[in-house]
Each structure stands twice: as C-alpha cells, then as structure tokens.
C-alpha cells in the first residue's frame, strides 16, 4: 500500500511513497497526530539525487521491521530538502550546533511542537565506524521519550533557545568598498591553490560565484591576479574529471584536490552558474577552451534537463545500473580501456586512453578510470578526436542512464535563463536564447500567481504546494533582467519589477535592511531562517541584492538601489573573513562600485545590422552589472530609452554611470572603450 506520500510532487517523496513507513509530508497534520497520539516526531531530510539517501532508504526505510517499529513509535515526516528549503535551513543549524557537521541524510528528532531534541544524520542498519545503528537510535531516543519526557523537553527548550540568540552579524547598512574588496582578494589568494586552481583542500567545490566576483574585480581594477586564479581554476576544472568530456556539463563536486573523481550528480544549479561563467570567461579573455565549455554545457543543460513542459529539471543521480542490476556510482560516466577497445577497436582505443588519461589501474573503482584532459606533450589530431569521441557518447548512451529529477525548481531555473540567454547572445545562438524564453514562460503562467507571489516547484506542469523563498525571488529575476537585456522584450523587465516589490514588502527588515529566506507572511517556523552566505548557490541575500541593484539600474528606483547597498552590509562585515563564502555577494558590491553602468541601445529595429552590431558591443561590455536596454528610440519599453533620440538618423549607444552620462556614439568601437575604461 503506498503512503501518504503518494500524491505528492517531490521526485524524491514519491522515491518514498511505496515504503513500509507510514511518512507524512511537511504538515501542521503530522504535528497534529503527534500531539494526538503522544509521539515524538522522526523527520528524515534529503534530495533526489543524493547517494547516502538512498543508502538509508534501502538499507532501513524499506526494512519491514524498522519500519514496524517507526510507525509504532514516532511519527514519520520526510522532507525534500529542495522544495522546502526553509524547514532545511531551520534544522541543518541545530544539527550543525549541536553535532558541529551536517549534510544529507539529514536525521532529526522533534517534539510535537516541531522542537528538535536529537539529530544526525545518515545511521547504518548495523553499528560500525563508532556510529550507532539506526535501530539503536530509535530505541534510545523511545526510550528518553518514554522515561524522561521532561528532560527532553527541556533539551528542546534551551535548542530553540539558542537557534533564537544566533544573530548574524550584519556589518550595519553601509555597503563594502575598495578596501573591503581588496581585503576579500588577498584572503582569497591565500587559500588559493596555484599548482591545481581552485580554493582549499579535498573536496573541491565549483567556486562559480567567486570567480564571477574576480572577472569583475579584474574588469574594474585591472587587477591580473584576479584573471589569473579565475582563469586558471576554470581551465583546470575543465580538464578534469569534474566536466563530463564526452556529454558536457560538470559533477557536484571533486572528492580530491585535482578535479580528478566527481561525485558524479549533475545539478541544474552548478551548471546554470558554471555556464554562465565560462561565457563571460570567455567575454574576458577570448579563450577558446572557455567559448567550448559554456557552449557545451548549455547544450548538455538543454538536451538533458529540459522538461516537457519547457522549464528545466533539478538533477541527475550520480548513480546508475552498471549493466548487471546494481546501482553504483559513476557507472555511467567510466571506462576501462577493454571497454574503450570494445566501443573503438584496438588503434582508436588506444589513442582515447592517451587523451582521456584512461590507464590500466583506473583511477576510480574497480580498475574503470573518469574521462579527463591531461596535460600532455603529444599533439593530437583534432578530426579524429571528434570522431572518438562522438563515438563513445553514442556507446555510453546504451547504458543504464542515471535517474533524472523531474521538479522544477523556480530559483535554479531563473539561473539557467541567465545563463542560457546570456551564452545565446554571446554566441548567436538562437536556440538558446528560445530555450531561456520558454523556461521563463513557464515560471510566468505556472510558478506566478495574480499577486505575482512565485511558487517554488512544479512537476509536469503543475504547481506545488510551496511558496517561493528569497532565493527564488532574487534569482528568478535575476534571470528575468538578463532576458530584458538580450531580447529587448520589456516586459522581462515587468516581471522583475514584480518580483522584486514581493522583495521590499514581505522578505525584508525595514529597521536594519538585513533580508530573511522567507517571507512575514511564510508559515512560522521554530526560526525564521536568515543565511547571507553564498553555498552551492548565491543566498537568497546576495541574489536579491544583485537583482535590486540591476533593477534599480533600469528603473532609476531609489528604494531598489538604497534596498541593495543595505543588503550589501552583510558583504562588508564578510568579505575581508570569509571570501569564499560571499562570492556572489562580492560580485554584487563590484557592481555598485562601477555603478552600475546603464547602456541604451536605440535604433529602428534590433534586427537592423547597426543597432545589432551596437547592441551586441553593449553585451560583450565587461563593466561589472551592467544593465543593457535595447529597442526604437523614444520607446517607452525600456525606462532607459525615454529621451535617447537616434544621432543624426543613424543608431545609438548611450552609456550613463553615477549619475553622469557620456556623449552618445554611434561606433561600436567607441562604445567598446566606454565600456571597458
């Protein structure tokens, strides 16, 4: 009989919904059952494509008896820790707290009131490596229940307690400066790795965000340091095994300091935010191995992720059947060289292993080795590795192929338009323009509501049940400005517009300007979760602020532009400590400092050579958050546009900063040096 799980939407609540454990979804029902019945809360957290949740679930979920015992003794409440990000945040902090690590599976248990009294996270079916069996965990936290009510009461009281004293510290409302960017650079040259790029030790994290902010320091300082580490950590990671060689895209994350060994889950978020990065590496330098990579990983995002409905999928596993009924990681990206030779022949194959650095002894499991692009002296030629490659992919797409999470999220698609819109006009590619077009369509007719309130998923094209959380404000219109820029449709500009008032009226404190992850009017939590720092993705902090910012560009609006330079404290407070950790956040300041630049592109039509050719220079510009408006002149699409006259009848670029505005060109050349001085 499957469980109450059955009608949801998650990909992942539904992995759960033939379990013999009674689950309820995130409900004030469950809680109510709980005090119905006397029974303290299990709430078991995870996502789609998370390997250790999988584990448990085979290992215990699925289990008959430990199931027994569950539904006999607690009340069963899983989460999907990507629709509800919040209830995540709220008890990610308390087992982080209390344990000093988290991640997911992500085990906690509650009082009736929602109060967390005990946590961990993933729990073997029998004790090893010093941890307790899941078994033994249940029996003692029914014991403490049983026998001890009120001490685990008042454990629970003093957690929710301390959660409420755990202020962030908010840097007040002024916004960082030079002094605080350059702080934030030195910190990160020092925990940068000069022999393999990137930040810090095993494991390696994409550190997108953070590169962004050094193309923009870079662009506006003339700092070649900051091109450098961006530059270098790109092409590093590229080369490794962290970027699918044959399909594009890249993996979570590298198990090692080399990009060598990913775990292998592709995210739609760390391939929006490394598309997009990629593109504008390329803006920077011209670099061919970064115009490659963006592309490709745009195509991967499009052939792979797109849904039916137009939006774009969340994930796919890392894990897949390797051809005899096992699930096992990485299966579908690896090779050994016997399987190279069966797909290639002997010559053919032999070469692949050169270029792919496939070696007898592998270097991941059971002898099978991760495609990569060493360094190697040997020149290759270029026709014939197409063709093996182009060979392989088709091999490998006779395999088992890893479980794909169908759910929309709002925030990681607002990424993807960016991106996807962006790399389309850098590289006149329509198609991908049309595929940011119609993800935004979908989030307007599915995930918007009359009150333009976003909803934060939908599957098949039908909404949940969650409201949208920061994050999906900011990013959402983040995606929508890029949208405006690129199409010249202003009605891009609208939707931000909307989005962004929700912003100012419902997530943000008016008395100190910091932002919270969910709105006034959001169900009550133990907390009302509060995070500045910039993780897998941007915080809903540092996206609202870039998007008020970019807003405020196009608009001229003061309470947009004043919102943002008092979001931007958090960065000031942040930036020197912990650069790594407000990447986008340090962005978002490179821009206020420049300005940010306003361009106006007015012309006949956009599909008149001159204004395209004006309107793309003003793409390409790398001055940091640039906003671009483009249309007829004397337009009212675009605020910009009003009193920008075409010069002598020909198309113009007007370009304003700080208030202060250059005389108007009508060479794409000059508009260049404007843009990059």
Not at 182 to 211: N, W
Not at 228 to 250: S, V
Request: hydrophobic share 40%.
């Amino acid at each position: 009989m499957p469980n109450r799980l059955a009608h949801e939407t998650s990909p992942y609540l539904l992995q759960h919904a033939d379990n013999p454990v009674d689950w309820w979804p995130w409900s004030e029902e469950a809680f109510e059952e709980a005090r119905r019945s006397g029974r303290p809360v299990l709430l078991s957290v995870g996502y789609s494509s998370c390997h250790w949740c999988h584990v448990m679930a085979h290992e215990s979920f699925e289990d008959e008896a430990t199931a027994d015992f569950l539904n006999t003794h607690f009340v069963s409440v899983k989460v999907d820790r990507e629709e509800r990000p919040d209830v995540d945040a709220v008890y990610m902090e308390a087992v982080q707290a209390a344990t000093g690590q988290g991640g997911w599976p992500m085990t906690v248990f509650l009082t009736p009131d929602a109060e967390p009294f005990y946590f961990g996270t993933y729990f073997p079916p029998a004790p090893r490596h010093g941890m307790p069996s899941f078994r033994q965990v249940l029996e003692g936290v029914r014991g403490a229940w049983t026998d001890r009510r009120e001490e685990v009461a008042e454990v629970a009281g003093k957690i929710v307690q301390d959660l409420a004293g755990r202020e962030i510290s908010y840097g007040g409302t002024e916004a960082p400066g030079e002094q605080e960017l350059a702080q934030a650079l030195l910190g990160l040259t020092r925990e940068y790795d000069p022999q393999r790029g990137g930040f810090g030790g095993a494991p390696k994290f994409p550190p997108s965000m953070v590169i962004e902010f050094l193309l923009r320091h870079h662009a506006r300082t003339g700092a070649e340091g900051a091109l450098q580490m961006a530059r270098d950590t790109c092409e590093r990671m590229a080369r490794g095994g962290i970027y699918d060689q044959l399909g594009g895209g890249f993996a979570r994350y590298s198990v090692d300091r080399d990009w060598v060994i990913p775990h292998f889950e592709k995210m739609l978020y760390d391939n929006a935010l490394l598309c997009r990065v990629y593109a504008h590496l390329w803006r920077a330098t011209g670099s061919d191995l970064a115009r490659r990579v963006a592309l490709e990983t745009a195509d991967f995002m499009v052939r792979e992720l797109r849904t039916e409905q137009g939006g774009f999928a969340s994930a796919l596993d890392a894990d897949s059947d390797d051809g005899t009924g096992r699930h096992v990681e990485g299966a579908y990206y690896v090779w050994t060289p016997e399987q190279l030779r069966e797909a290639l022949g002997d010559d053919d194959a032999g070469l692949a292993a050169r270029y792919f650095g496939v070696t007898e002894e592998g270097t991941f499991e059971e002898g099978a080795s991760v495609l990569q692009l060493p360094q190697r002296d040997e020149v290759f030629d270029a026709e014939r590795v197409a063709s093996v490659r182009g060979r392989l992919l088709e091999a490998r797409a006779g395999r088992p192929a890893p479980g794909r999470d169908d759910k929309v999220v709002a925030a990681w698609n607002g990424l993807a338009i960016a991106a996807l819109a962006e790399t389309g006009a850098y590289f006149d590619r329509p198609d991908l323009v049309d595929a940011a077009l119609c993800a935004a369509d979908l989030l307007v007719r599915v995930h918007l509501d009359e009150q333009a309130r976003l909803t934060r998923t939908s599957k098949d094209g039908r909404a949940g049940a969650n409201a949208g959380v920061l994050e999906d404000y900011g990013d959402v219109a983040e995606g929508f400005l890029a949208l405006a820029s690129v199409t010249g449709e202003g009605v891009w500009l609208d939707f931000a517009g909307f989005l962004l008032d929700h912003v100012l009226a419902r997530f943000v404190d008016e008395e100190s300007g910091a932002l919270f992850d969910t709105a006034a009017d959001a169900e009550r939590l133990i907390r009302r979760p509060q995070d500045p720092t910039d993780n897998a993705v941007p915080s809903g902090w540092s996206a609202a602020a870039g998007a008020l910012l970019g807003y405020a560009a196009h608009t001229g609006s003061e309470p947009h532009r004043r919102a943002a330079e008092r979001a931007l404290g958090v960065v000031k407070a942040l930036g020197p400590r912990v650069p790594r950790f407000i990447g986008w956040g340090l962005a978002v300041a490179e821009a206020l400092l420049d300005g940010p630049r306003e361009i106006a592109v007015v012309g006949p039509a956009l599909s008149d050579e001159a204004t395209r050719a004006l309107h793309r220079t003003a793409l390409l510009g790398t001055a940091p958050g640039a906003v671009v408006a483009a249309g007829a002149a004397e337009s009212d699409e675009f605020p910009l546009l009003a009193g920008r006259p075409l010069q002598q009848g020909a198309p113009a670029a007007y370009v304003c900063r700080n208030f202060t505005c250059d005389a108007p060109t009508t060479d794409p050349e000059r508009l260049r040096e404007t843009l990059s001085s």
